[in-house]
């Protein structure tokens, strides 16, 4: 199992990458916060750390800590557009509820 | 459903903690909104894609605004009624607007800033200028999905006190949190120093639809520091349209324009223009509401010779702020561009062979100040780690100064000091036994006060009975990050303290700002001179003041002809204070002064004898 991107949002993580003039890939990962327990994160990488488990996928590398991945197993990141609001969204589906925002799930 | 935007690493918010923070481009012309998004400064668009909201707003008669794109035929239809370059009344009073006569709109003066009468009511400046940033506010607010912890807007470098506070104001009408006024040339360095991180001296060349503005700018070590400014505030990509459009009509022969053809000749010729950037000819082509048409074709050299002298004319500021500066064209190592009229050729070519350089004109000059705000807001809001933070310093494009005896100017922050800034300087009494004191802030270069701009007056009362120049008061001033300046007033001894915060009545007009400086200079000589004509006359009266007391306590120590003596200096003291020789004046000090000296040695004489009669050694 692993975690992808789809191709929306592959192509937006290189753009924002280049733009950024720097970096390795994209790290995705959880935090033990927010009103449902759990929140993702979303940061860019320079370097991949000791125990990461990285991804290729649609060329882009997806960095994820082992712990965080326990969480995200087979989730799929994507970029959405909703009215003038656009940035990416995690379908989770280890994720049992999540909160009005999304930004805070549980499992 | 909360979107997620890329983090810098280690940097990821806690859920429902990011801070949306946005930078606002408030222009005379356009307007836009920028943040920082996925690392990356955008501006932000409304439904239809366009990122300029154009700052036009039209109150509908029967209630309802339009505005921006919205607004833009109303010009035609319902001029009065649809206001444009707001960003010119700001903290302005009715005296401060040329050719008001020319401007469509029914004036109202007010004390403090003048109001437009509109089919809806009176409108003050401040409120239409709310409702632009209402706009945009919301345009944010959809484009982030969440409230906006604040917004750093934008002014000109120029804009004195009185219109970064009608700015502020504004915003605050608009539901902004306004967590910093950045001057525009500033944000355009942000906007290129940051991405490209190159050190060294800039200068930010801004030609705006209706005005201009040079800055010279240095960065060191991440730091921006404004070295000078200078501009022209009648100055703008506006009139080369002008220009375009009265060659139209010399060209065309056609008669005198109805105010809506005027507005037409005057749109198509901007479009001209614009084509004309891009392709070597371009047809001016329209017909009139009167039947009559315009046809002719206008060469891109012929527009390049019709606004030769404005060309010629935007490199005047640019010698001055180097000046100011103390630089030279070749000290400057690249140039920022900014505002749409920038994009001409030929004021590239202008520049280029000015600075014996290409300009940097890889970021969208339209677009260059907002995402420079919305780089300074993202910082401003708690977005960016600590050991990344950078210092912004801005200066003080005038001297603020106290008027002092003999309403001379005494600068206490002068020109170009970086923001913030507080200085302090101590004052003292005039007069023996002098309880109050009243302060007169000024801005200006100039050394009369006459020739200054008059800011804000307070008084410190309660100071304790004393000798005239024993007491000391402190007075500070400060200026903040945003350019708002504050006084205050404290006596040292007893700690009474009186302060003010400037916010007067009328601001100055770019213009005048313009015309101090150069005034400044020209004057420079002059002032000097009138400058110690002031202080020999304030020394004169002084001493006048203090015989005069001395003569009633103790004129009796003086014998008929020591009298005299002294009554014909005073009264030959008294016939030339009011002259204009200031040589003849510090004679006349002088000569009272000698002829006084044993008067006053006696008196002291006198005062120890009296302090000490009826004492015994033993009690002193």
Not at chain 2, 35 to 44: E, F, H, K, M, S
Not at chain 2, 207 to 232: C, P, R, Y
Not at chain 2, 330 to 348: E, F, L, N, S
């Amino acid at each position: 199992m692993s975690v992808i991107l789809t191709e929306r949002a592959a192509q937006h993580i290189s753009h924002f990458i280049d733009k950024r003039g720097k970096g390795f890939g994209v790290r995705l990962g959880i935090k033990t916060s927010g009103c449902s327990g759990m929140a993702y994160k979303l940061e860019f990488v320079d370097q991949a750390l000791d125990g990461d488990l990285v991804f290729d996928s649609h060329g882009v590398k997806v960095v994820i800590d082992q712990k965080s991945h326990v969480y995200l197993d087979g989730t799929e990141l994507d970029y959405v557009r909703e009215g003038l609001n656009e940035g990416f969204k995690f379908n989770n589906p280890n994720a049992r509820s999540q909160c009005g925002c999304g930004e805070s799930f549980s499992v | 459903m909360a979107l997620l935007q890329i983090a810098e690493p280690g940097q990821s918010a806690v859920p429902h903690k990011h801070r949306l923070a946005v930078g606002i481009d408030l222009g005379t012309t356009n307007s836009l909104v920028a943040t920082v998004r996925n690392g990356i400064a955008v501006c932000l668009t409304d439904e239809q894609g366009r990122a300029l909201l154009p700052s036009v707003v039209h109150y509908r008669d029967g209630g309802g605004i339009s505005l921006g794109f919205d607004a833009l035929g109303a010009r035609v239809s319902d001029p009065r009624n649809t206001i444009v370059s707001v960003k010119r009344f700001m903290g302005r009073g009715l005296g401060d607007v040329a050719h008001t006569e020319s401007i469509p709109y029914i004036f109202e003066e007010m004390p403090g800033m003048l109001r437009l009468r509109t089919v809806q009511g009176s409108k003050s400046p401040v409120e239409i200028s709310a409702d632009l940033l209402r706009v945009l506010r919301q345009r944010a607010e959809a484009s982030l999905g969440g409230e906006l912890t604040g917004a750093v807007v934008t002014v000109p470098a120029y804009f004195d006190e009185a219109q970064r506070q009608a700015t502020r104001d504004a915003a605050r009408l608009a539901g902004l949190h306004v967590l910093r006024l950045l001057n525009e040339p500033t944000a355009a360095a942000v906007a290129y120093g940051l991405d490209n991180a190159s050190e060294g001296v800039y200068a930010v060349f801004d030609l705006g639809g209706g005005t201009f503005d040079l800055s010279i700018l240095k960065l060191t070590h991440g730091v921006f520091e404004v070295l000078a400014t200078n501009g022209d505030t009648a100055l703008g990509g506006d009139d080369f349209d002008h220009r375009l459009y009265c060659w139209a009509l010399d060209n065309a022969h056609i008669a005198p324009l109805s105010v809506e053809d005027a507005r037409r000749l005057l749109m198509a010729a901007r479009a001209v223009k614009e084509l004309l950037t891009i392709s070597e000819e371009a047809p001016f082509h329209l017909r009139l509401g009167s039947g009559e048409e315009v046809d002719l074709t206008v060469t891109r050299a012929a527009f390049f010779e019709m606004t030769r002298p404005l060309v010629q004319k935007t490199l005047i500021p640019v010698k001055r702020a180097l000046r100011d500066a103390g630089l030279s064209p070749k000290d400057v190592k690249g140039i920022v561009m900014v505002g749409g009229a920038t994009r001409m050729p030929h004021i590239q070519r202008a520049v280029a062979e000015f600075f014996g350089q290409e300009p940097l004109t890889n970021l969208d000059p339209d677009r260059v100040v907002a995402l420079g705000a919305a780089m300074q807001a993202n910082a401003l809001a708690g977005n960016r780690r600590e050991d990344e933070g950078w210092l912004l310093l801005d200066v003080i494009p005038l001297s603020l100064g106290l008027e002092t005896m003999g309403g001379l100017s005494e600068k206490i922050i002068t020109r170009n000091a970086t923001l913030p800034v507080a200085r302090a300087q101590e004052f003292t009494t005039f007069k023996d036994g002098q309880t109050a004191m009243s302060f007169h802030v000024v801005q200006g270069e100039r050394e009369l006060v006459s020739d200054c701009r008059s800011l804000a007056r307070f008084e410190l009362r309660g100071i304790p009975p004393m000798a005239a120049g024993a007491a000391r008061i402190r007075v500070t001033f400060q200026v903040d990050a945003d350019g708002l300046l504050s006084v205050s007033a404290r006596e040292t001894s007893t700690g009474v303290e009186a302060s003010i915060h400037v916010k007067p009545s009328y601001g100055l007009t770019d213009d005048e700002i313009a015309g101090m400086l150069r005034d400044g200079l020209e004057y420079a000589d002059g002032d000097l001179a009138s400058r110690a004509l002031r202080e020999q006359q304030v020394e004169a009266e002084r001493l006048l003041e203090a015989c005069a007391q001395a003569l009633s306590a103790d004129g009796d120590l003086l014998d008929e002809t020591e009298l005299s003596a002294i009554n014909a200096l005073i009264a030959r003291l008294r016939e030339i204070i009011g002259g204009h020789d200031a040589s003849a004046l510090s004679d006349g000090i002088a000569a009272l002064s000698r002829a006084t000296e044993d008067f006053a040695a006696r008196r002291m004489n006198r005062s120890l004898r009296d302090a000490f009669a009826g004492r015994s050694i033993d009690e002193l």
